[in-house]
Structure formats: structure tokens, C-alpha cells
């Protein structure tokens, strides 16, 4: 057997052993500090597989990847759809306008980046013209096929971190994790559940930032939907 083919085995075979409601991880078997180190160590590997991969176009135009970033004990996961400019600047998600915004949602709930980890759904930045990555204006929501290229890296970081809650900021994120086609209008402030193997994680879809900015009308349901998320991580 080669070298790749027993990464493979074992690779699958961890997955495996994860998934299952037994395992050790799951049932706090292993002390905290531990897996504090096990979690930050999977997430760095997963962050430098991201930095080489090519598998999809979007590898070839990005500037940096846009992993995610956040505390490795996450209970409270955030998923937005992919990033902007300023991700690709930067490498990280949600800076810019939308993420000061974000910041100011999770202060009202007692909530900080430090605390939770916030990701998107693609780790490179789709933009409607490539050559352009200066352009302002240019972003654009990820297609289905970047989406489903880059579906492997979001699934491995919510093993990782097994969180008690996933928030899918908007559309593009929520319909993927919850493999639906329904408009986030309908998705918001409804409790769903994304399964992946044996692991089952709550999720909360609500508006993305970004719209916020564009509609701040949207605001009042943002808040109804982060005390629901208040009262589900109060109940421990
Ligand atoms: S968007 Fe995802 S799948 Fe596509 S190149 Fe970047 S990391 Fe790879």
C-alpha cells in the first residue's frame, strides 16, 4: 500500500471513529486543554490544505484564502457564503463593513470572534470578472459548483469542532448547509437541523450582514433571531 492510499485509510478511518456518538471526543472522555490542542492543530492542517488547493477556478484568481478563523472550542459556529474584497485582502472572514457589523451582533449577545469561529461556505473570493480584483462591485455569490468543490472544507471544520450551534449568515449559506432551495425569507428564525454521518448540529439561518447594510429594516429580525440563539446557548 502507498504512501497516499494509507493517509487515505487513516484519514477515513478518523472520520469514522468521529462520527461515532462513542467516541471519546464526544462523550468528554478527553480533558478540555487536550482537545483544545487537537481541534486548533485539525483546523491549521485543514487551513493549509485550503492554502494549496485548486480545486476549483477560484483557486487560481484569489489573493489569500479565507480559511475561517476563531476559537478551536467553538460552541457557536457562523457561516457566511464566501469571501469579498477585503477577505481576499486580508485572510480573513467577515472584515470590511459587514464584519464590524457582525462584531457589534455578537457584543449584543455577549458573544466575540475570539469566542466562536466564523467561516464561509468557499474559502476563495468569486468575483463577476477576474481580471478586475481591484474592481469595487465585483464580488459575487459563489456558483453551485464552487459550492460543492469547496463543501469538503466546511464539513471537516464542523467535525472538528462539532459546534452546538452553526448561524448560516444568508441565502447562500443557509440553503447549502441545509440542502434547500427555499428563500432565506422562509429559512430565517426557524431552528433546522445539518447532518452529517451520526453528527446532527442545530442551525439558525439568518440574514448575512452584508444585507443588513443594505436594508437595516432587516434588523429587527437579525435581533429576534440572536436572542433565540442567546436562549438555546443559556439552556447550556
Ligand atoms: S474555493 Fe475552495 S475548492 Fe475552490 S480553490 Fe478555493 S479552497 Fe479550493
Known amino acids: 500500500m502507498g504512501n497516499d492510499e494509507l493517509l487515505e485509510l487513516t484519514r477515513r478511518l478518523r472520520r469514522r471513529v468521529e462520527q461515532s456518538p462513542r467516541c471519546c471526543w464526544r462523550v468528554g472522555l478527553v480533558p478540555s486543554g487536550e482537545r483544545k490542542t487537537n481541534s486548533a492543530s485539525r483546523l491549521a492542517e485543514i487551513a493549509e490544505r485550503v492554502a494549496r488547493c485548486q480545486l476549483c477556478p477560484l483557486g487560481r484568481t484569489r489573493g489569500k484564502t479565507v480559511p475561517g478563523a476563531g476559537s478551536p472550542e467553538a460552541r457557536v459556529m457562523f457561516v457566511g457564503e464566501g469571501p469579498g474584497f477585503m477577505e481576499d485582502r486580508r485572510g480573513e472572514p467577515f472584515v470590511g463593513p459587514a464584519g464590524e457589523l457582525l462584531d457589534r451582533i455578537l457584543a449584543a449577545i455577549g458573544l466575540s470572534r475570539q469566542a466562536v469561529f466564523i467561516a464561509n461556505m468557499v474559502k476563495c473570493r468569486p468575483m463577476k470578472d477576474p481580471s478586475r480584483p481591484e474592481a469595487r462591485g465585483n464580488d459575487r455569490p459563489p456558483s453551485p459548483e464552487e459550492l460543492s468543490a469547496c463543501r469538503p472544507y466546511i464539513a471537516e471544520q464542523i467535525r472538528v469542532l462539532a459546534p452546538r450551534v452553526?448561524?448560516?449568515?444568508?441565502?447562500?449559506?443557509?440553503?447549502?448547509?441545509?440542502?434547500?432551495?427555499?428563500?432565506?425569507?422562509?429559512?430565517?428564525?426557524?431552528?433546522?437541523?445539518?447532518?452529517?454521518?451520526?453528527?446532527?448540529?442545530?442551525?439558525?439561518?439568518?440574514?448575512?450582514?452584508?444585507?443588513?447594510?443594505?436594508?437595516?429594516?432587516?434588523?429587527?429580525?437579525?435581533?429576534?433571531?440572536?436572542?433565540?440563539?442567546?436562549?438555546?446557548?443559556?439552556?447550556?
Not at 433546522?192 to 439558525?204: N, T
Open 166 to 236: 452553526i448561524v448560516a449568515l444568508g441565502a447562500v449559506a443557509a440553503r447549502a448547509l441545509l440542502v434547500s432551495e427555499a428563500p432565506i425569507g422562509r429559512l430565517r428564525g426557524t431552528w433546522a437541523e445539518y447532518r452529517d454521518g451520526s453528527l446532527a448540529v442545530k442551525v439558525l439561518p439568518t440574514y448575512h450582514p452584508a444585507a443588513l447594510l443594505r436594508n437595516p429594516e432587516l434588523k429587527k429580525d437579525v435581533w429576534k433571531d440572536m436572542k433565540a440563539l442567546r436562549a438555546e446557548l443559556e439552556q447550556g
